[in-house]
């Protein structure tokens, strides 16, 4: 009987989406370049930027790319495109990863390869220092309350994600690149869940900006841009429709395994 040997360590992407933050990537490039384990490839993709975001990522050593469309699901979705690697990990220009970080959605990736989708959690870096931990999990945990219903599973959180490529290119051309008024982590969630399990890494310690909601406005565009992004689904995956597809498909799931035993 004929054994295989160890599997090959995923070899790994960053992507970074940027518009007018010079000094918040660069901060968040050098968290990278302090890592346990050093992702394969970096790449930074420039959305029109003003400032001089590019030139900070090439001088870090990172693939700039540019992207000419406006939003961040465009220039997500660019960066995706352009990575090389078995798995690509996303995450935002003012964000600042554990040393561990990229270690342990590899780690992840290699012990789980039932699993094509990997999502991590967060704590603030900014704010009220004792509030940073607890703010954050209610966020994070409220995000998932609200979208659970929408989704029928848990959603993507676009500051620590990790999916395979071959996922990616699944879903590709299917995705709202094209429309700056969606969440795309949320727009990923509905298709990469639709036929990818998704798995949780606790150990994928990432540190975000409270930024987003120091401006009622902005919190406001949030709030409009997820509803937006929940509805364009519809009547494809409104909710009883979305669940019913799900379960058939995960019991179909659970015969195979079992078949194939």
Known sequence: ???????????????????????????????????????????VVDNMSSDESAEVARSAGADVIHCDRPGIPAAAAAGYDAASADLILRLDADCVPAGSWVAAMSSAAD?????????????????PRPLRTPLAGVYLGAYAIVLLPALGHVP???????????????????VHRDDPEVHDDLDLSFHLGEHHRIRLVPGAAMGISMRPFTSASAFRRRVRRGVRTVVIHWPASF?????????????????????TR
């Open 111 to 127: 012990a789980h390869p039932e699993a094509s989708v990997f999502a991590g959690g967060a704590r603030f870096v900014d704010g």
């Open 156 to 174: 993507l959180f676009g500051s620590n994600l990790g999916l395979r490529r071959d996922a990616w290119r699944r879903v590709s051309s299917s």
């Open 1 to 43: 009987m004929r054994t295989e040997g160890p599997r090959a360590a995923a070899s790994v992407s960053v992507v970074i989406p940027v518009k007018d933050d010079a000094d918040e990537l660069r901060r968040c490039l050098r968290a990278l370049a302090l890592q346990t384990k050093r992702p394969d490839q970096i790449i």
């Open 239 to 259: 909710p009883p429709v979305r669940w019913v597809r799900l379960a058939v498909r995960r019991a179909g799931s659970v015969v195979a395994r079992r078949v």
